[in-house]
């Protein structure tokens, strides 16, 4: 037979249903599908339960029959062909992907393909976390139910100026075997799989044109094994699921009532539209007639069987409540009554329940010796999803195994890798275990170094994870490694190189500052290890400055910090004074005390005064004095507290408050400056009421 003359590039569809198996050839023409060619065949035997192959080379037998039959109507070889997998043990998940861009640029088609690719690969690692059993799941089908432009939604996102993009998903997964029997039955007959859908998917295509889907409409696809729902709202294909309850169940019904076979009791279902008597011959030889009418009593029963759980399922995909209308689609869906029950068990009206055939078909051709009917439905949609998604599944070797790999049209090597298994951070280098410490009281993170990245190679040649990969292409990847753990010394801390200047002996001395570890004392070489608690000491002790200085003195010689007696653990901060032997200048001592402590006095300590110090007690008599003679147990005492980075003596009080400093520096209060005053204690704000204690650190100013 000649090639027909046809424009646009044909299609081959099959449908293959659990009674039997559609082909369609066409092509689509503008806003056209024009069937070339159509062939129906019903499987010899049981080969499909339940919308799955059991008998993979019986099944294969059939679409190869198909296939030649096909072949002879259109003068043409056929090779690759369009498939649907029904919704048996269908998974979904719904998820929300958002990528935001560098800087605002205009959405091209490569980006909405990219949120896509990342979308079902954010829906494929939540699937696997719900997912507790050993079953390989394939992804094979998604849609995208909005986008979102800068957070907004948008109907189309290309050619839009943006700084995000983002979509809410439906992914759709089902197991390994359901998707193999399927490629193993087609490559049985010698053909190739250019593209796999869902049957729910399908048969919307053609059922529930974009311009209802912002109605809230329930699409049931009732074939012989499964019914097939899908929900639309919003503009968009909202849910999926799937019944394991459909024609079959009604055939099974009327074999046991009629005590015929399966084929027989199929025969007999499809002349009950039609009314009237139905003749027919049981097992046992004897012809039988039964009514129409009898027969659908007899069917009632299950038919509430079919429907209610298809009205469960539909109130669940649909958020718990009702839609607003069904299309029911598939010859399981033509038996009298079907409709009428399931707008009864939605509770919605009858009107509103009804079978989609030709009324949705008027933009397909077919041939005049083909009528249009719902049986026809997911056919058509099998072709028609084609030009929508056109993906598929293909052989790649993946680390010398041999894997199968959904194909969106633009698989990488990421997309491998994943199905594959192997560990996200095998492909991205690794850091070295990080390090977590405290400085004064602050967390701080040392991370670790990079890692090598991982060295990929598609056919031998280098590639990155972005590479293109196709059918039969050889991957290999050596994983990432892990870099150097994180290391740090404490004389690399910042704060360790600042120094402390003190007055020794009338000479200024610059002390390097002493690091805390754990209450230890540590040197600038210390190895910092996880967890450690670090304080940078803002102080020396008297002992460790003459240990810096390396001086020995005598255990009895006195000392002096800021002028007033001190000892070998006495705190030395910023700017203060410290000193020993002949330099030693105490303030305020009077004679009668002098002559009192004479016998005590035979050490080197020089007794004077200073006129600074003379000055001092001028201003407040008896200040001084109470420092220097008051014995221990009096009630007074002197405190040496360092304020914006100067040595200040407090003395004459019991205890001390931080509004106390106030008295001792020039500081106005009434003279409100800048953003408002500041006061620190020890690093830390501090109420004017709070208490103070000797060797305190205070910052007090105005803020900027």
Same mark, same amino acid.
């Given at each position: 037979?000649?090639?027909?003359?046809?424009?646009?590039?044909?299609?081959?569809?099959?449908?293959?249903?659990?009674?039997?198996?559609?082909?369609?050839?066409?092509?689509?023409?503008?806003?056209?599908?024009?069937?070339?060619?159509?062939?129906?065949?019903?499987?010899?035997?049981?080969?499909?339960?339940?919308?799955?192959?059991?008998?993979?080379?019986?099944?294969?037998?059939?679409?190869?029959?198909?296939?030649?039959?096909?072949?002879?109507?259109?003068?043409?070889?056929?090779?690759?062909?369009?498939?649907?997998?029904?919704?048996?043990?269908?998974?979904?998940?719904?998820?929300?992907?958002?990528?935001?861009?560098?800087?605002?640029?205009?959405?091209?088609?490569?980006?909405?393909?990219?949120?896509?690719?990342?979308?079902?690969?954010?829906?494929?690692?939540?699937?696997?976390?719900?997912?507790?059993?050993?079953?390989?799941?394939?992804?094979?089908?998604?849609?995208?139910?909005?986008?979102?432009?800068?957070?907004?939604?948008?109907?189309?996102?290309?050619?839009?100026?943006?700084?995000?993009?983002?979509?809410?998903?439906?992914?759709?997964?089902?197991?390994?075997?359901?998707?193999?029997?399927?490629?193993?039955?087609?490559?049985?007959?010698?053909?190739?799989?250019?593209?796999?859908?869902?049957?729910?998917?399908?048969?919307?295509?053609?059922?529930?044109?974009?311009?209802?889907?912002?109605?809230?409409?329930?699409?049931?696809?009732?074939?012989?094994?499964?019914?097939?729902?899908?929900?639309?709202?919003?503009?968009?294909?909202?849910?999926?699921?799937?019944?394991?309850?459909?024609?079959?169940?009604?055939?099974?019904?009327?074999?046991?009532?009629?005590?015929?076979?399966?084929?027989?009791?199929?025969?007999?279902?499809?002349?009950?539209?039609?009314?009237?008597?139905?003749?027919?011959?049981?097992?046992?030889?004897?012809?039988?007639?039964?009514?129409?009418?009898?027969?659908?009593?007899?069917?009632?029963?299950?038919?509430?069987?079919?429907?209610?759980? #298809?009205?469960?399922?539909? *109130?669940?995909?649909? &958020? =718990?409540?009702?839609?607003? @209308? %069904?299309?029911? +689609?598939? $010859?399981?869906?033509?038996?009298?009554?079907?409709?009428?029950?399931?707008?009864?068990?939605?509770?919605?009206?009858?009107?509103?329940?009804?079978?989609?055939?030709?009324?949705?078909?008027?933009?397909?051709?077919?041939?005049?010796?083909?009528?249009?009917?719902?049986?026809?439905?997911?056919?058509?949609?099998?072709?028609?999803?084609?030009?929508?998604?056109?993906?598929?599944?293909?052989?790649?070797?993946?680390?010398?195994?041999?894997?199968?790999?959904?194909?969106?049209?633009?698989?990488?090597?990421?997309?491998?890798?994943?199905?594959?298994?192997?560990?996200?951070?095998?492909?991205?280098?690794?850091?070295?275990?990080?390090?977590?410490?405290? #400085?004064?009281?602050?967390? *701080?993170?040392?991370? &670790? =170094?990079?890692?090598?990245? @991982? %060295?990929?190679? +598609?056919? $031998?040649?280098?590639?990155?994870?972005?590479?293109?990969?196709?059918?039969?292409?050889?991957?290999?990847?050596?994983?990432?490694?892990?870099?150097?753990?994180?290391?740090?010394?404490?004389?690399?801390?910042?704060?360790?190189?600042?120094?402390?200047?003190?007055?020794?002996?009338?000479?200024?001395?610059?002390?390097?500052?002493?690091?805390?570890?754990?209450?230890?004392?540590?040197?600038?070489?210390?190895?910092?290890?996880?967890?450690?608690?670090?304080?940078?000491?803002?102080?020396?002790?008297?002992?460790?400055?003459?240990?810096?200085?390396?001086?020995?003195?005598?255990?009895?010689?006195?000392?002096?910090?800021?002028?007033?007696?001190?000892?070998?653990?006495?705190?030395?901060?910023?700017?203060?004074?410290?000193?020993?032997?002949?330099? %030693?200048?105490? +303030?305020?001592?009077?004679?009668?005390?002098?002559?009192?402590?004479?016998?005590?006095?035979?050490?080197?300590?020089?007794?004077?005064?200073?006129?600074?110090?003379?000055?001092?007690?001028?201003?407040?008599?008896?200040?001084?004095?109470?420092?220097?003679?008051?014995?221990?147990?009096?009630?007074?005492?002197?405190?040496?507290?360092?304020?914006?980075?100067?040595?200040?003596?407090?003395?004459?009080?019991?205890?001390?408050?931080?509004?106390?400093?106030?008295?001792?520096?020039?500081?106005?209060?009434?003279?409100?400056?800048?953003?408002?005053?500041?006061?620190?204690?020890?690093?830390?704000?501090?109420?004017?009421?709070?208490?103070?204690?000797?060797?305190?650190?205070?910052?007090?100013?105005?803020?900027?």
């Amino acid at each position: 037979m000649a090639g027909i003359a046809y424009q646009g590039k044909t299609v081959f569809g099959l449908d293959i249903g659990t009674r039997s198996i559609v082909g369609t050839v066409g092509y689509k023409e503008k806003d056209r599908f024009v069937v070339i060619a159509q062939r129906v065949m019903e499987h010899e035997t049981r080969a499909m339960l339940d919308g799955q192959i059991h008998d993979i080379k019986k099944v294969g037998s059939t679409i190869k029959a198909v296939k030649e039959a096909l072949e002879t109507d259109i003068g043409r070889n056929l090779t690759e062909v369009c498939i649907a997998a029904a919704g048996r043990v269908l998974r979904t998940v719904t998820t929300r992907i958002n990528y935001e861009f560098t800087e605002e640029k205009v959405v091209l088609e490569e980006d909405v393909y990219a949120l896509s690719a990342m979308g079902v690969e954010q829906a494929y690692e939540e699937f696997q976390q719900g997912n507790d059993t050993d079953i390989k799941f394939y992804c094979v089908g998604y849609s995208v139910i909005r986008y979102y432009l800068n957070h907004y939604p948008i109907g189309n996102l290309e050619e839009h100026k943006a700084g995000s993009i983002g979509a809410d998903m439906i992914v759709t997964f089902l197991p390994e075997d359901v998707v193999d029997g399927l490629y193993r039955a087609v490559e049985s007959a010698g053909l190739e799989v250019a593209n796999l859908t869902l049957e729910p998917i399908a048969a919307i295509q053609v059922a529930i044109p974009e311009k209802f889907r912002m109605l809230n409409i329930a699409l049931v696809d009732v074939g012989a094994g499964t019914s097939d729902i899908s929900i639309t709202k919003d503009g968009a294909i909202v849910s999926y699921g799937m019944i394991p309850v459909a024609g079959d169940s009604l055939t099974e019904t009327i074999a046991q009532n009629c005590l015929v076979d399966f084929n027989t009791a199929e025969e007999i279902k499809r002349q009950i539209d039609a009314g009237g008597d139905i003749t027919f011959t049981d097992i046992m030889g004897l012809s039988q007639t039964v009514g129409a009418g009898e027969l659908m009593n007899i069917l009632e029963p299950a038919v509430e069987n079919m429907t209610k759980p #298809v009205a469960d399922c539909i *109130r669940e995909l649909n &958020g =718990e409540k009702s839609v607003s @209308a %069904v299309f029911v +689609v598939g $010859g399981g869906g033509k038996i009298p009554g079907y409709t009428e029950k399931l707008s009864k068990e939605l509770g919605i009206a009858q009107e509103r329940v009804a079978l989609r055939g030709k009324e949705v078909m008027g933009f397909i051709d077919f041939p005049e010796d083909i009528e249009k009917d719902s049986l026809l439905v997911t056919p058509v949609g099998i072709c028609l999803s084609f030009y929508e998604q056109n993906n598929n599944f293909v052989f790649v070797t993946f680390n010398e195994e041999r894997i199968k790999v959904y194909d969106n049209g633009k698989l990488s090597v990421v997309e491998a890798a994943m199905q594959a298994g192997f560990p996200n951070d095998g492909l991205f280098p690794k850091r070295g275990s990080e390090l977590n410490y405290t #400085v004064d009281g602050k967390a *701080r993170i040392k991370r &670790g =170094e990079l890692g090598e990245a @991982a %060295v990929i190679t +598609v056919n $031998g040649e280098l590639a990155d994870i972005h590479t293109p990969i196709k059918a039969n292409d050889l991957v290999r990847v050596l994983p990432s490694t892990a870099g150097a753990a994180a290391k740090l010394e404490i004389r690399a801390l910042p704060e360790f190189h600042h120094s402390i200047v003190v007055n020794v002996n009338d000479k200024k001395i610059e002390l390097p500052k002493f690091a805390q570890v754990n209450g230890q004392l540590q040197s600038g070489y210390y190895e910092i290890e996880d967890g450690d608690v670090i304080e940078i000491l803002s102080y020396y002790t008297v002992a460790q400055i003459l240990e810096f200085m390396d001086v020995i003195l005598p255990e009895k010689t006195g000392l002096a910090v800021n002028n007033m007696p001190a000892d070998r653990e006495t705190k030395v901060y910023e700017n203060f004074s410290v000193a020993w032997g002949e330099h %030693v200048v105490f +303030v305020g001592k009077n004679d009668e005390e002098s002559d009192d402590t004479e016998d005590s006095e035979e050490s080197d300590i020089g007794e004077q005064v200073s006129e600074e110090t003379v000055s001092e007690t001028e201003e407040r008599p008896g200040e001084a004095q109470s420092a220097a003679a008051t014995p221990i147990n009096n009630v007074n005492q002197s405190i040496r507290v360092l304020v914006n980075g100067s040595p200040l003596l407090l003395s004459g009080k019991p205890s001390y408050v931080y509004v106390d400093i106030f008295d001792y520096i020039d500081f106005d209060l009434s003279k409100s400056k800048g953003g408002g005053i500041v006061t620190n204690l020890n690093g830390n704000p501090a109420e004017y009421l709070k208490e103070i204690k000797d060797g305190d650190i205070i910052d007090v100013y105005w803020r900027n």
